[in-house]
DNA sequence: CTCGGGATGCGT
DNA sequence: CGCATCCCGAGG
C-alpha cells in the first residue's frame, strides 16, 4: 500500500526561499468512494474534484474551520484516494508542534491556497531521503467513528516508537 | 470532558 | 435557504 511508503520521506515547504521539512511518521489511507470515512464517499463536488484529480497533487482542506490538513493524492485519475499526512519529526526550519495533521499544516505554513498544489513542483513536495530503520505499527484510523466497519480497518500507520507520532 | 469555528453537502 | 456534521486542538 502506498500510505507505508510515505513514512519516512520528507514533506518539503518552501516559503520566501526557506525550506521548512518535516519527516513523515504517521499517515492514514483513505481508499475511495467506497470507503465511507473518505471525503471522496461524498462523490466528486467542488471539495473533492483535487481528490479525484492525478496523483501525485495535494489536497488540502479546512476541518472544524480552523484547522487544515495535508492529504496526497495517491491513485490514477477518478479513483478518489488520498493519504493524510497526520504527523511529522521536525527536520528544519520548523516552529510550532508537528504531530497531529492540523498542527503539522500550521508548522508547515500550508493552506488551501496549495490545494491543488504539484507535488511534483518546486514549492511543495515529497523528498525521498535514506531510509533509515524502522517498524511500522498499523492502527485504525483517528476520529472516523461514523464510517462503520470501515472505522475499524487499520488503515493508519506510524513509525513505531517515535515521539511525534499524535497519539502512539 | 467541553467548545470554538467555518465550509460543505444535503434536505427543504 | 437552514442546519447537522466534520479526517482537530486547547484547555479544564
Known amino acids: 500500500m502506498v500510505a507505508q511508503e510515505l513514512l519516512g520521506k520528507h ?12 519527516r513523515i511518521v504517521e499517515v492514514e489511507a483513505y481508499l475511495g468512494p467506497h470507503d465511507r470515512a473518505a471525503h471522496s464517499c461524498k462523490g466528486l463536488t467542488p471539495r473533492t474534484r483535487v481528490m479525484f484529480g492525478p496523483p501525485g497533487h495535494a489536497y488540502v482542506y479546512l476541518i472544524y474551520g480552523m484547522h487544515h490538513c495535508l492529504n496526497v493524492v495517491t491513485e490514477p485519475e ?11 519529526e521536525p527536520v528544519s526550519n520548523i516552529s510550532g508542534k508537528t504531530c497531529g495533521p492540523g498542527l503539522l499544516c500550521k508548522a508547515l505554513g500550508v493552506d488551501r491556497t496549495l490545494n491543488g498544489a504539484d507535488l511534483l513542483g518546486e514549492q511543495l513536495y515529497i523528498a525521498d531521503v535514506n531510509a533509515e530503520d524502522f517498524r511500522i505499527n498499523r492502527r485504525p484510523r483517528i476520529g472516523v467513528d461514523y464510517a462503520g466497519a470501515w472505522a475499524r480497518r487499520l488503515l493508519r500507520f506510524y513509525i513505531r516508537g517515535n515521539a511525534h507520532v499524535s497519539s502512539p
Open 11 to 22: 514533506v518539503v515547504h518552501v516559503v520566501r526561499g526557506i525550506e521548512r521539512v518535516g
Open 78 to 88: 477518478g479513483h478518489g484516494s488520498a493519504v493524510l499526512i497526520r504527523a511529522l
